[in-house]
């Protein structure tokens, strides 16, 4: 009887494992169909991961909103806290938009479309300007003649026309944030924070029911752990950078530099990554104050903004973020270049709450081996 069970299981072992060889064969041998289906499927569902990626992003504020409103001494506040903290964020959310779109937005494009207008004689004023160094100039070297021989019968302003910009832009927002998507990514976002409870809840059950004890432990403790780093970094460097931008826009105006508020935006928003991004955003800020407004006030523009740049890293920048992601600043350049390798901007972005994480768990490993060798010993 046992030899029957035994043999009915390998014949239903060898043709299940038949079965998954030819499904296996046939969708390689239709992998552009495949592979068609399975990029309609993401199509369709990139709202809704739209969606808990807001819903991501914003459970923090909603929580705070939500314990504040639960401490109310009107009992109908306290049992519609959750909604009326989503309801909270998603106002203010609303109102910096309508800030961004109606007060900011329009002075950074102004300097924008003026600089785009004017690349061109930009462009030829930086030619002359460098024909007439010495010989013997340390620029004057032959890469970088023949790098400028290369470009120089470039009509530059050509690959910055206002009207493709825009046409780029427009078909980017097109394709991406339709407006059924972004509906029904902001309903979506709206279910998942006001049913956020029970979702957490359901995926610790299933968590704890497919490993043991301990991995669930672990996977918890991981997770807990790099929320809080994901959103510590996140919500203190986006301040961050509104801060620095803000200042280096007041600085730079004060001083008279042209595209101001544009360079202060351009600062603010390259400092949100750390090290890399304020030298590569100072570096463009200089080069183009450097020919709308000559050497000198280049050199005043790199003393003032690297003497905010300081205040910022030494004062603002530890208050805000604190003392949760002190990493060493080799380790931070070498996760940003690797993510931005990979990654692009985001993965630059992201690559320092993500090395913090991994340093995390790579930490607990090492100690963990240790104390079991000294149990054994």
Same mark, same amino acid.
């Given at each position: 009887?046992?030899?029957?069970?035994?043999?009915?299981?390998?014949?239903? /072992?060898?043709?299940?494992?038949?079965?998954?060889?030819?499904?296996?064969?046939?969708?390689?041998?239709?992998?552009?169909?495949?592979?068609?289906?399975?990029?309609?499927?993401? +199509?369709?569902?990139?709202?809704?991961?739209?969606?808990?990626?807001?819903?991501?992003?914003?459970?923090?504020?909603?929580?705070?909103?939500?314990?504040?409103?639960? &401490?109310?001494?009107?009992?109908? $506040?306290?049992?519609?806290?959750?909604?009326?903290?989503?309801?909270?964020?998603?106002?203010?959310?609303?109102?910096?938009?309508?800030?961004?779109?109606?007060? $900011?937005?329009?002075?950074?494009?102004?300097?924008?479309?003026? /600089?785009?207008?004017?690349?061109?004689?930009? =462009?030829?004023?930086?030619?002359?300007? =460098?024909?007439?160094?010495?010989?013997?100039?340390?620029?004057?070297?032959?890469?970088?003649?023949?790098?400028?021989?290369?470009?120089?019968?470039? +009509?530059?302003?050509?690959?910055?026309?206002?009207?493709?910009? /825009?046409?780029?832009?427009?078909?980017?927002?097109?394709?991406?944030?339709?407006?059924?998507?972004?509906?029904?990514?902001?309903?979506?976002?709206? =279910?998942?924070?006001?049913?956020?409870?029970?979702?957490?809840?359901?995926?610790?059950?299933?968590?704890?029911?497919?490993? &043991?004890?301990?991995?669930? &432990?672990?996977? +918890?403790? =991981? @997770?807990?752990? !790099?929320?809080?780093? @994901?959103?510590?970094?996140?919500?203190?460097?986006?301040? +961050?950078?509104?801060?620095?931008?803000?200042?280096?826009?007041? *600085?730079? !105006?004060?001083?008279?530099?042209?595209?101001?508020?544009?360079?202060?935006?351009? $600062?603010?928003?390259?400092?949100?990554?750390?090290?890399?991004?304020?030298?590569?955003?100072?570096?463009?800020? *200089?080069?183009?104050?450097?020919?709308?407004?000559?050497?000198?006030?280049?050199?005043?523009?790199?003393?003032?903004?690297?003497?905010?740049?300081?205040?910022?890293?030494?004062?603002?920048?530890?208050?805000?973020?604190?003392?949760?992601?002190?990493?060493?600043?080799?380790?931070?350049?070498?996760?940003?270049?690797?993510?931005? *390798?990979?990654?692009?901007?985001?993965?630059?972005?992201?690559?320092?709450?993500? $090395?913090?994480?991994?340093?995390?768990?790579?930490?607990?490993?090492?100690?963990?081996?240790? *104390?079991?060798?000294?149990?054994?010993?």
């Amino acid at each position: 009887m046992n030899d029957i069970k035994n043999h009915g299981k390998k014949w239903i /072992f060898w043709f299940a494992l038949g079965v998954a060889l030819i499904m296996l064969y046939k969708a390689l041998d239709n992998f552009t169909d495949v592979m068609g289906v399975v990029g309609t499927f993401f +199509d369709i569902i990139t709202p809704f991961l739209v969606g808990i990626f807001i819903s991501y992003l914003l459970y923090v504020p909603c929580k705070k909103i939500e314990q504040t409103y639960s &401490k109310s001494k009107l009992k109908w $506040i306290q049992k519609k806290s959750r909604m009326l903290s989503i309801l909270t964020v998603y106002i203010i959310i609303l109102l910096l938009l309508i800030i961004l779109i109606n007060f $900011i937005l329009p002075v950074v494009l102004e300097s924008v479309m003026d /600089f785009i207008n004017n690349i061109q004689n930009y =462009y030829e004023i930086a030619i002359t300007n =460098y024909n007439n160094l010495p010989d013997d100039n340390i620029l004057k070297s032959e890469i970088v003649n023949d790098t400028i021989q290369n470009i120089q019968n470039l +009509d530059i302003k050509q690959y910055f026309q206002l009207e493709k910009i /825009f046409s780029y832009v427009v078909s980017a927002i097109d394709a991406v944030t339709g407006v059924f998507d972004v509906f029904v990514a902001v309903i979506v976002s709206v =279910y998942i924070l006001a049913e956020r409870t029970q979702i957490i809840r359901f995926i610790k059950k299933i968590v704890e029911a497919a490993v &043991k004890e301990r991995t669930y &432990k672990n996977i +918890d403790k =991981y @997770f807990n752990s !790099s929320n809080q780093i @994901f959103f510590k970094f996140i919500a203190s460097q986006f301040l +961050d950078a509104i801060i620095v931008g803000i200042m280096v826009t007041i *600085a730079m !105006s004060i001083m008279g530099i042209r595209y101001a508020p544009l360079l202060g935006f351009l $600062i603010g928003l390259f400092n949100m990554i750390p090290y890399v991004g304020a030298i590569i955003a100072v570096g463009i800020s *200089a080069l183009i104050t450097l020919i709308t407004g000559g050497l000198s006030q280049a050199i005043w523009m790199l003393i003032v903004v690297i003497i905010l740049q300081q205040i910022d890293a030494n004062i603002i920048n530890p208050r805000i973020i604190g003392q949760s992601l002190k990493i060493s600043p080799l380790l931070v350049i070498f996760a940003i270049t690797v993510g931005g *390798a990979y990654f692009g901007i985001l993965g630059m972005f992201l690559a320092v709450p993500a $090395i913090a994480v991994i340093r995390i768990v790579i930490e607990d490993y090492v100690d963990y081996k240790i *104390a079991v060798k000294k149990l054994k010993a």
